[in-house]
């Protein structure tokens, strides 16, 4: 069984520009879901993707934008990117979207300078 | 939306005792409580869930209470050991809008020898 992988690793980038995260789903998952994760904090929900479309959506602004693929993988994409945005960038997939099991991947470490 | 309270923020036991961590919800469709373990640098990890039918849930040395009157959850660790040693999240599911996990800020649970 293959696990949740993301892509990049780690990141820099400056304001002002825009990065694209990519997550592959567990093998047997069809829903992919984005979290955001301060240093020092829990993760904060962004947005969750079931059947190539948006399922839900927490407290972000519209910069914060995805896409899900025919094989369930996932990108998250951020525009004009600020400060604040520095974080770990997780993804996790599960079977269906409705309170079940997440399973997450490594993240993707993003730095803004 | 959903609030998650997660106490205490840092909890230090011995070898050997019990570990137990308290967590608040305001949502009472709230029906999904996971809870996560992540080790520094590395991916959350899930290791044990409760549903809103099931007052508690057991798997080897952890186990999880629920109180849906009270709104409240515990995970609860015996006969730690030094491989305990992690930060440990709650999660609450609530449905609705937003089809994400709300996560507490964490517990870091320290083993002493």
């Known amino acids: 069984e293959t696990g949740v992988t993301q892509s990049p690793t780690h990141l820099i980038k400056t304001r002002g520009q825009q990065v694209t995260l990519r997550c592959s789903s567990q093998s047997g998952h069809n829903t992919v879901s984005w979290y955001q994760q301060a240093l020092g904090q829990g993760p904060q929900f962004i947005f969750q993707y079931y059947r190539e479309e948006e399922n839900g959506r927490g407290n972000f602004p519209p910069r914060f934008s995805g896409l899900q693929f025919p094989n369930y993988s996932s990108e998250l994409n951020v525009n004009a990117l600020e400060l604040d945005d520095s974080a770990l960038y997780l993804c996790a997939s599960s079977f269906g979207g409705e309170g079940q099991p997440q399973h997450f991947g490594d993240g993707t470490r993003l730095s803004i300078l | 939306g959903e609030n998650v309270e997660q106490h205490p923020s840092t909890l230090s036991v011995q070898e050997g005792d019990s570990a137990v961590i308290k967590c608040t919800y305001s949502?009472?469709?709230?029906?999904?409580f996971p809870w996560y373990k992540q080790e520094l640098g590395k991916r959350p990890q899930l290791i044990i869930d409760i549903r809103s039918n099931v007052g508690e849930k057991k798997d080897q040395r952890i186990a999880v209470t629920l109180n849906k009157t009270a709104k409240h959850f515990s995970l609860h660790i015996t006969e730690t050991q030094p491989e305990d040693s992690a930060v440990y999240f709650c999660a609450a599911y609530s449905g609705g809008g937003a089809d994400g996990l709300t996560f507490g800020k964490g517990t870091h649970l320290i083993i002493q020898p």
């Open positions: 949502d009472s469709a709230s029906n999904y």
